[in-house]
């Protein structure tokens, strides 16, 4: 714990010192506000794209005006499995958001969950996170910016802190499109507007904070679902000029997307009409990285495979169908946000699910099996990692000693923005509350009370875990040791006073 303490002092000694430095900065506003106005002015004399700063002025009317909702809750993945995480809009993935370049764009972000979330918008060239970021329950907040530069980017939540990275692991996050001024090269040799347009986004699902901070996605999906086009496939007329939007937001996997039997006419890296490259088999993704990719269908009706060639995502559920059909229904435009679904259609669907992956608390045990151990077993360890216990439900016997270790290195700052976490009983024979724990620290606890343990993360209370304690078989095997001995005593004392008191009986002549 002194570790945290040394943290606190940093932490303060630094915000007096912000305090002092902003200070001073007033008494400059004036010269720094000559200063933007000079630096707005010199970027719109050049050739190149302005950032995206707007002064956030009530009398500036946006071109076009944005709002996502953010909070936790469930998104069916299909297959039968339900995912408990962070969702916008209540979906996995959020809106697909499409704006065109120079757009003055108003974005609104509303907390509609328990605990903070906020936005990160990668399509701005300015703060974001200032004005969007760590937004508490039930608060609202805005910004304006330009939309100054064309492609395909993603948005996803910021509350600050450790919980930037925890809310994308777990589901918050977007596509938005800015569209060029410019036409994209097959637009211009065609002359004419995508038949099939495709807003395409890849992401990953992960069953426990320990798989999503080792990168091992249980799922890899496009746009919210697990084989959602090979379901339902998307159609073309042979001939017709197909456009995708693509974008993998991984969070932690490289992608290369590829169509079987397709060649690419012209793609662009990350949606920049600028950079076009001609041909081409795949284009590969890291996180956060999209291309723009054009191409004509070829003659050849039939179905052409999409997927991620890196095929353990395919395999995944990170592949689809692009058929062509001479009778397919265009000009068709897909869009990038998770399916939708009326509440009793939702409700029907949870009523048949047969997995649920939550990775802050045991899932279905066929996901999240309790880990048992045996009566030998006195010391066993569950690590904290990734917003996560592991394993998040384990069995030991009476007497065990639990040893609680944050493996979370993120541990600055305070609640859900850090990674500092505890194990606190809420429901349990015997309460336990371990303090708060900063990275690699860890808290120790024997449970000899048998039972079920039921502990969460104070400052993080949607992480729970169980540990379940046994009666110590080996002790009762004892016990009933004991208990056989003392009857065999028992009955041998009785014997040997009847035997002694009917010889006294003969000697007496009672007995003939
Ligand atoms: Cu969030």
């Not at 012209?266 to 996180?287: C, E, I, K, M, R």
């Amino acid at each position: 714990m002194k570790t945290l303490q040394i943290k606190k002092i940093i932490y303060l000694t630094v915000s007096v010192f912000m305090f002092f430095s902003l200070t001073n900065l007033k008494a400059q506003n004036k010269t720094n506000d000559t200063k933007f106005i000079e630096v707005i002015n010199r970027d719109n004399g050049l050739s190149i794209p302005t950032s995206s700063f707007v002064p956030q002025n009530e009398n500036i009317k946006p071109d076009v005006s944005v709002t996502i909702e953010l909070s936790e809750g469930e998104a069916y993945l299909g297959a039968g499995v339900m995912f408990k995480g962070f969702v916008i809009d209540g979906n996995i993935p959020g809106p697909n958001i499409v704006v065109n370049e120079g757009d003055i764009v108003e974005f609104i972000v509303v907390n509609k969950g328990t605990i903070p979330h906020g936005a990160s918008i990668h399509s701005a060239s300015t703060q974001t996170s200032k004005y969007l970021g760590k937004i508490y329950a039930g608060e609202t907040k805005s910004m304006l910016f330009k939309a100054s530069r064309p492609g395909v980017y993603m948005y996803h939540c910021a509350p600050g802190g450790h919980g930037i990275p925890m809310h994308i692991l777990f589901g918050q996050y977007g596509m938005m499109t800015v569209k060029p001024k410019k036409q994209y090269k097959l637009e211009q040799l065609l002359n004419k507007k995508p038949d099939v347009e495709i807003y395409l986004l890849q992401h990953e699902i992960y069953s426990s904070g320990k798989d999503a901070i080792d990168g091992n996605p249980i799922y890899t999906l496009w746009n919210g679902k697990l084989f959602r086009y090979v379901e339902q496939p998307i159609k073309a007329k042979p001939g017709d000029y197909v456009r995708i939007n693509y974008l993998n937001v991984g969070p932690n996997k490289v992608s290369t997307f590829h169509i079987v039997g397709i060649m690419w006419d012209f793609v662009y890296w990350q949606g920049n009409p600028d950079l076009p490259q001609a041909g081409g088999q795949t284009v590969t993704s890291g996180p956060s990285d999209s291309w723009v990719i054009e191409f004509r269908m070829p003659p050849d009706e039939g179905a052409y495979t999409m997927l991620d060639h890196a095929v353990s995502a395919a395999d995944r559920g990170a592949i689809g169908l692009l058929m062509c059909d001479k009778n397919a229904q265009t000009p068709v435009v897909v869009t990038s946000e998770g399916p939708k679904y009326e509440k009793k259609e939702f409700d029907e669907i949870k009523s048949k699910i047969i997995r649920v992956v939550a990775p802050f608390e045991p899932g279905t045990p066929d996901i999240d099996p309790v880990v048992e151990y045996g009566p030998e077993v006195k010391d066993v360890m569950v690590k904290i990692i990734g917003n996560s216990f592991f394993p998040k439900s384990i069995k030991v016997h009476q007497g065990t000693t639990v040893t609680f270790q944050n493996e979370d290195v993120f541990t600055y700052m305070e609640g859900e923005f850090s990674g500092i976490h505890t194990a606190t009983t809420y429901d349990a024979p015997a309460p336990f509350n371990s303090p708060l724990l900063g990275h690699a620290e860890s808290f120790k606890v024997k449970l000899d009370k048998t039972g079920a343990y039921n502990y969460l993360c104070a400052p993080h209370i949607y992480m729970k875990g169980v540990v379940t304690v046994v009666a110590d078989e080996s002790s009762s095997g004892a016990g009933m040791l004991w208990i056989i001995v003392l009857v065999a005593v028992a009955i041998l004392l009785i014997v040997f006073i009847l035997l002694k008191v009917n010889s006294i009986k003969k000697k007496v002549g009672v007995v003939n």
